[in-house]
């Protein structure tokens, strides 16, 4: 078909990881970040204009975002940390990431209109977190920790700090994303296959009720939602290469969005514009 909203994924070309932009129903790749540098995990703003991404440009990984039409990268952040995995809140107003500057690894929410930052989850010292992603209505996170049990995925109220597990003890989970109403979350689960095979897990919140939207012979890894609900992105390396594919949920059809060498991971897509007032 080609159009439709546009993905940012990641491509690893001559060694090189940078950050590109396709349409989802397919077409040409225009290439968004082109440093010598890894630059990787690219998220859109909830407006659009921007993708904030993780580079180590600065000789760690940090913080930085350009404009999604293309341009000069900014960094928002400076310090001498491990500082990545990100997520602006739907509002815009508060950026979530992890950061290890004063010791172990936390997840940090900074005001980008007042440059304040506050501790909302720590957990162990050695604690790796992952991917922190808000609800729609800016009154959550789920992340994922590996603290005491494996890895699994949480979800946090941000007011209070209170979090709970979603993913089964047994299995775990990582690389959590809510659903566009807030009622689901997507998550990969490698627990029970092992080996080389992971699938892709909804998770209802208000039953408990899990069931599978990806099980493919392979490794099925950064699920993310459309805008519109509709259909899920992701990465997978069924092939034996690391492509992005979308599927769409009413009836699990699926397209490969990324073609070309080198692998390509961790799609996001590109919110509708805001409406006019």
């Keep these: 078909g080609g159009g439709g909203p546009e993905i940012v994924f990641e491509r690893e070309r001559d060694g090189n990881l940078d950050l590109y932009v396709v349409p989802a129903g397919g077409g040409v790749e225009r290439r968004l970040t082109d440093d010598p540098a890894e630059d990787t995990l690219g998220r859109f703003t909830p407006d659009g204009s921007r993708v904030v991404f993780t580079s180590k440009r600065s000789g760690n990984y940090q913080l930085w975002e350009v404009p999604a039409e293309g341009g000069e990268a900014r960094r928002l952040r400076e310090n001498d940390a491990t500082e990545y995995q990100h ?53 959550q996170l789920t992340y994922s920790s590996n603290f005491r049990i494996g890895h699994q995925v949480y979800v946090v109220d941000v007011e209070s700090g209170k979090e709970r597990r979603l993913s089964p003890i047994a299995s775990g989970g990582c690389e959590p994303r809510f659903s566009r109403d807030g009622r689901k979350v ?92």
């Design 186 to 277: 997507v998550y990969v689960d490698r627990g029970h296959l092992g080996g080389d095979a992971s699938r892709l897990v909804e998770h209802d919140l208000a039953t408990g009720e899990e069931k599978d939207l990806v099980s493919w012979p392979g490794l099925n890894y950064d699920p993310v939602y459309s805008p519109d609900g509709t259909e899920l992105a992701f990465a997978s390396n069924v092939t034996g290469d690391w492509a992005v594919y979308r599927q769409r949920l009413s009836d699990g059809k699926a397209w490969r969005v990324t073609f070309g060498p080198g692998p390509a991971r961790y799609p996001d897509y590109r919110p509708r514009p805001p409406a006019p007032r």
């Design 87 to 139: 997520d602006v809140s739907p509002d815009g107003r508060t950026l979530a990431f992890l950061s290890n500057l004063d010791g172990p690894e936390r997840l940090l929410l900074q005001d980008l209109g007042k440059g304040a930052v506050r501790e909302l989850v720590r957990h162990g010292r050695d604690t790796i977190f992952g991917n922190p992603h808000w609800s729609p209505d800016g009154k």
